[in-house]
């Protein structure tokens, strides 16, 4: 089926969109550790912690979110989109176009900043997998325009 | 141009004043009572309420100044979101339902609400709450003449909306497919979950004796004696049972299938009668389960499910206890490609491996959690892994028995099951997209399971090697 000729990788803009998101619950963490040493009087040790969650952290992080992001890989077919994705549980889905319902393109401030969007087709199946998280927004809506025109007509049920 | 002089090419947004009512409408104020709370328990409401009036109103403007909307012939167009912000395309052959709404709010300012719906998915793909009538008739009508110029042959529920009833063709013969006598009926209440829901009504009773002063172990234990609390027992059981059973009868009472023209049609109840009806041209997918409880005596239950069509259609029924050729007969009128249902190929004996390794893992786990909780004795240790490891493997090997896949005439059996069996029953055709998915654990075994998503759930073809089921993924999203 997928084959790996012309899968194509997510941008590397994505990894820092998600190494912000990651890092701004790990300063909020290593925050509530200061605020808890210092609060009970042991700044010192506050102070450690708050380092150590924010070093450890920070280290995993850059190391998980590189790993997904090698992991992740698309392919716009002629008649479907391919996505493979996933370090411990590989997954490989397929999303045919003629079962598609509706298109949407996704974006938060962060991702707007990045010059980044999701791109998401939704078929009737809720449990369907046929997110792409990080895409060019420029180029984004055009792959759009390309899989409406391949969505046609036809039975979707 | 639509009619009316209205272009729904341009994107434009939807009423400013349907923005500011809504603050005003009943969410709106539903949203202002907890700052409300917060306002009488400070004792500041008029800064409180004023604050909030701003926020809500300056909120609600924003979100408006951000939706834009705009249909331009293929696919419509809603753009939307003040932060994330979301652009959403629905091509026009996809829509299934179109709804005009106009609530007091709508009417007094002469607006009114769209709802456009897809397949699946639950609620509206796309709300406008508040456009002027004239861009709602507009957009209904453009939407309509579209998507019948798109797909002309499509039956649905606004021909009727158009043209008035359509009077109803002469009613075909109504074919009796399936009748449970009573005594499976019976047999239905004791393997079902009335022994469960009976056995805890008796608990509470007992309970409520309690709080009666009475002491039911005190009573049976030191005036009627030991011997007698088995008799007790003797007598609890069978009455229980029987309790169930017949909870179990009257609520199923005269279960029949039938189907009449394109409807499948599953009536039963004494007390309260039930008739549920699915449109069998539009079976998503079945199931047939055979519970632990019911394998020696060669039953299953049946579940169909379909896309439900419309208001008042189930969107599955659950027909219990039949044999194998009542299980066929009802397939064959529901799925046809599904019978006669082939012999399932077994899974690999990678797959084996795994279902036994997780079994042993999962039995030392359990024995090692007793050990460290119980503090065992080097006896009790003995025990457990002499039974509980060996019970661990057991279930991981009827776990692997369990597994089964077949592909006949376009259509998956897929069975899982350690105690119990259940096999789904899946047309490809009515496959909305596929997943080949490997565990760590699968892929040191070469094994993968795919998962097929339905409208409505998913079912997965487990533990087979990574290369069937990629075949089977590639197979099933062809068109």
């Given at each position: 089926?997928?084959?790996?000729?012309?899968?194509?990788?997510?941008e590397?803009?994505?990894?820092?969109?998600?190494?912000?998101?990651?890092?701004?619950?790990?300063?909020?963490?290593?925050?509530l550790?200061?605020?808890?040493?210092?609060g009970?009087?042991?700044?010192?040790?506050?102070?450690?912690?708050?380092?150590?969650?924010?070093?450890?952290?920070?280290?995993?992080?850059?190391?998980?979110?590189?790993?997904?992001?090698?992991a992740?890989?698309?392919?716009?077919?002629?008649?479907?989109l391919?996505?493979?994705?996933?370090?411990?549980?590989r997954?490989?889905?397929?999303?045919?176009?003629?079962?598609?319902?509706?298109?949407?393109?996704?974006?938060?401030?962060?991702?707007?900043?990045?010059?980044?969007?999701?791109?998401?087709?939704?078929?009737?199946?809720?449990?369907?997998?046929?997110?792409?998280?990080?895409?060019?927004?420029?180029?984004?809506?055009?792959?759009?325009?390309?899989?409406l025109?391949?969505v046609?007509?036809?039975?979707?049920? | 141009m639509?009619?009316?002089?209205t272009?729904?090419?341009?994107?434009?947004?939807?009423?400013?004043?349907?923005a500011?009512v809504?603050?005003?409408?009943?969410?709106?104020?539903r949203?202002?009572?907890?700052?409300?709370?917060?306002?009488?328990?400070?004792?500041?409401?008029?800064?409180?309420l004023?604050?909030?009036?701003?926020?809500?109103?300056a909120?609600?403007v924003?979100?408006?100044?951000?939706?834009?909307?705009?249909?331009?012939?293929d696919?419509l167009?809603l753009?939307?979101?003040v932060?994330?912000?979301?652009?959403?395309?629905?091509p026009?052959?996809?829509?299934?339902?179109?709804e005009l709404?106009?609530?007091?709010?709508?009417?007094?300012?002469?607006?009114?609400?769209?709802r456009?719906?897809?397949?699946?998915?639950?609620?509206?793909?796309?709300?406008?709450?508040a456009?002027?009538?004239?861009?709602?008739?507009?957009?209904?009508?453009?939407?309509?003449?579209?998507?019948?110029?798109?797909?002309?042959?499509?039956?649905?529920?606004?021909?009727?909306?158009?043209?008035?009833?359509?009077?109803?063709?002469?009613?075909?013969?109504?074919?009796?497919?399936?009748?449970?006598?009573?005594?499976?009926l019976?047999?239905?209440?004791?393997?079902?979950?009335?022994?469960?829901?009976?056995?805890?009504?008796?608990?509470?009773?007992?309970?409520?004796?309690?709080?009666?002063?009475?002491?039911?172990?005190e009573?049976?234990?030191?005036?009627?004696?030991?011997?007698?609390?088995?008799?007790?027992?003797?007598?609890?059981i069978?009455?229980?049972?029987a309790?169930?059973?017949?909870?179990?009868l009257?609520?199923?009472?005269?279960?029949?299938?039938?189907v009449?023209?394109d409807?499948?049609?599953?009536?039963?109840?004494?007390?309260?009668?039930?008739?549920?009806?699915?449109?069998?041209?539009?079976?998503?997918?079945?199931?047939?389960?055979?519970?632990l409880?019911?394998?020696?005596?060669?039953?299953?239950?049946?579940?169909?499910?379909?896309?439900?069509?419309?208001?008042?259609?189930?969107?599955?029924?659950?027909?219990?206890?039949l044999?194998?050729?009542?299980?066929?007969?009802?397939?064959?009128?529901?799925?046809p490609?599904a019978?006669?249902?082939?012999?399932?190929?077994?899974?690999?004996?990678?797959?084996?491996?795994?279902?036994?390794?997780?079994?042993?893992?999962a039995?030392v786990?359990?024995?090692?959690?007793?050990?460290?909780?119980?503090?065992?004795?080097?006896?009790?240790?003995l025990?457990?892994v002499?039974?509980?490891?060996?019970?661990?493997?057991?279930l991981?090997?009827?776990?692997?028995?369990?597994l089964?896949?077949?592909?006949a005439?376009?259509v998956?059996?897929?069975?899982?099951?350690?105690?119990?069996?259940?096999?789904?029953?899946?047309?490809s055709?009515?496959?909305?997209?596929?997943?080949?998915?490997?565990s760590w654990?699968?892929?040191?075994?070469g094994?993968?399971?795919?998962?097929?998503?339905?409208?409505?759930?998913?079912?997965?073809?487990?533990?087979?090697?990574?290369?069937e089921?990629?075949a089977?993924?590639?197979?099933?999203?062809?068109?």
């Amino acid at each position: 089926m997928t084959g790996t000729t012309g899968l194509v990788p997510l941008e590397r803009r994505v990894l820092s969109l998600w190494r912000m998101r990651a890092g701004l619950v790990l300063v909020a963490v290593a925050a509530l550790a200061l605020a808890a040493g210092a609060g009970s009087g042991a700044w010192v040790a506050g102070l450690g912690s708050a380092l150590a969650i924010g070093l450890g952290g920070g280290l995993l992080v850059r190391w998980w979110t590189a790993l997904v992001w090698r992991a992740w890989q698309f392919r716009i077919g002629d008649d479907a989109l391919h996505l493979r994705h996933g370090v411990l549980v590989r997954r490989e889905s397929t999303i045919p176009f003629h079962r598609v319902q509706h298109i949407d393109l996704e974006a938060g401030p962060l991702e707007r900043r990045l010059g980044l969007t999701s791109l998401v087709l939704r078929t009737a199946s809720a449990s369907s997998d046929s997110t792409i998280p990080g895409i060019d927004a420029t180029e984004a809506g055009e792959l759009r325009e390309r899989i409406l025109r391949l969505v046609g007509a036809g039975d979707a049920l | 141009m639509a009619p009316g002089g209205t272009d729904l090419r341009a994107p434009r947004r939807t009423s400013p004043l349907g923005a500011l009512v809504d603050v005003v409408s009943v969410d709106g104020l539903r949203n202002a009572v907890p700052a409300l709370v917060v306002a009488v328990s400070f004792g500041r409401v008029a800064l409180v309420l004023a604050i909030g009036l701003v926020v809500a109103v300056a909120s609600s403007v924003i979100a408006w100044s951000r939706r834009l909307w705009s249909f331009d012939g293929d696919v419509l167009h809603l753009d939307e979101g003040v932060f994330v912000r979301n652009q959403r395309r629905i091509p026009v052959e996809r829509i299934q339902h179109v709804e005009l709404e106009r609530r007091l709010r709508h009417q007094l300012l002469g607006l009114a609400a769209v709802r456009v719906e897809t397949a699946g998915g639950s609620g509206a793909e796309l709300r406008l709450d508040a456009v002027t009538l004239a861009e709602a008739e507009a957009l209904r009508a453009v939407l309509l003449r579209a998507r019948d110029a798109a797909d002309p042959a499509v039956p649905d529920a606004w021909d009727v909306e158009r043209h008035g009833p359509v009077p109803p063709p002469p009613a075909p013969p109504s074919e009796v497919l399936v009748r449970l006598p009573p005594s499976r009926l019976l047999l239905s209440g004791i393997t079902g979950p009335e022994v469960a829901a009976v056995l805890a009504a008796l608990a509470f009773g007992i309970d409520a004796l309690v709080d009666l002063g009475i002491d039911p172990e005190e009573v049976a234990v030191d005036d009627i004696g030991r011997s007698s609390v088995v008799a007790l027992v003797a007598v609890a059981i069978p009455a229980w049972l029987a309790v169930a059973g017949l909870v179990g009868l009257v609520r199923r009472w005269d279960l029949t299938a039938s189907v009449r023209g394109d409807e499948l049609r599953v009536t039963y109840g004494l007390l309260q009668r039930h008739e549920l009806v699915l449109r069998t041209d539009r079976v998503q997918d079945a199931r047939v389960s055979e519970r632990l409880l019911l394998r020696p005596f060669g039953r299953a239950d049946l579940r169909v499910r379909s896309a439900a069509s419309g208001k008042g259609d189930a969107s599955r029924v659950d027909i219990p206890l039949l044999a194998a050729d009542e299980v066929d007969r009802v397939l064959a009128r529901v799925l046809p490609a599904a019978v006669p249902r082939p012999v399932l190929a077994t899974a690999p004996s990678a797959a084996r491996r795994r279902a036994l390794a997780r079994g042993a893992v999962a039995g030392v786990a359990l024995g090692g959690a007793v050990v460290v909780l119980a503090w065992a004795t080097a006896w009790s240790l003995l025990v457990l892994v002499a039974l509980v490891v060996p019970a661990g493997v057991g279930l991981g090997e009827l776990s692997y028995r369990g597994l089964g896949w077949a592909e006949a005439r376009g259509v998956h059996h897929s069975r899982v099951g350690a105690l119990g069996r259940h096999t789904a029953v899946v047309p490809s055709a009515r496959v909305q997209s596929a997943a080949v998915v490997a565990s760590w654990f699968q892929r040191r075994r070469g094994l993968a399971t795919t998962r097929l998503d339905l409208a409505g759930d998913a079912v997965g073809v487990v533990d087979r090697e990574l290369r069937e089921c990629r075949a089977i993924a590639a197979r099933v999203t062809t068109a």
